[in-house]
């Protein structure tokens, strides 16, 4: 069996989503980030980075969506959830989801991570500031590039799809 290590409102919701489109055997254990469970020693053994998604397979755990997000595809073929037999559409599917991870993701975090990479109040508040103009301008060329509709991939449900909903529903915010 799967165990998922999942705190609410992050990027782990395209692994549980993910997880439920594979019909794999798997529990998800939560955690807490208003607990400060990530920085506990019990998750920190689990994962040193702190940080969620994490996934305990039988071969020991995986960290980072688009990896997890890969070896679930790979792992449950039946699913039909990446192009596993077209190498190069299975490129295009990382190269989204690499897209989604480092530069989508990171750039949604300086509203309120700014920390990781400022100190000055100024900074951090410039970087908070700016997220929605980067933020537009990344789904921007998301919507204009990469979307081939219906899905990502167009009339195929992918992986990514299921990225794209959980760091698309931060726009809100």
């Known amino acids: 069996m799967l165990t998922l290590f999942h705190a609410p409102g992050t990027c782990s919701l395209a692994s549980c989503i993910t997880l439920e489109e594979t019909g794999a055997d798997f529990e998800i254990k939560k955690v807490s980030f208003a607990d400060g469970d990530q920085k506990k020693p019990e998750f920190l053994a689990v994962n040193p980075k702190g940080r ?3 996934l305990l397979t039988k ?11 890969l070896y679930l595809a790979q792992r449950y073929p039946e ?18 989801n ?8 990171v750039a949604h975090a ?7 990479w400022a100190n000055e109040q100024s ?8 997220v929605p ?3 537009t301008a990344l789904f921007t060329l998301i919507e204009e590039t990469y979307l081939k ?3 990502v991939l167009g009339e195929r449900y992918s992986i990514s799809d299921a990225y794209l909903y959980t760091i698309a529903r931060w726009l809100e915010g």
């Open 59 to 69: 071969q020991g755990m995986l960290t980072e969506t688009p990896a997890i997000l």
């Open 52 to 54: 969620v998604p994490a």
């Open 149 to 151: 509709e219906p899905w």
């Open 123 to 130: 900074s951090l508040t410039d970087m908070h500031d700016k």
């Open 79 to 96: 699913a039909n959830l990446a192009p596993l037999d077209d190498i190069y559409a299975l490129a295009q599917v990382q190269s989204f």
């Open 98 to 105: 690499s897209f989604l991870c480092s530069t989508v993701h």
């Open 110 to 116: 300086h509203r309120f991570r700014g920390a990781r």
């Open 133 to 135: 103009e980067n933020m």
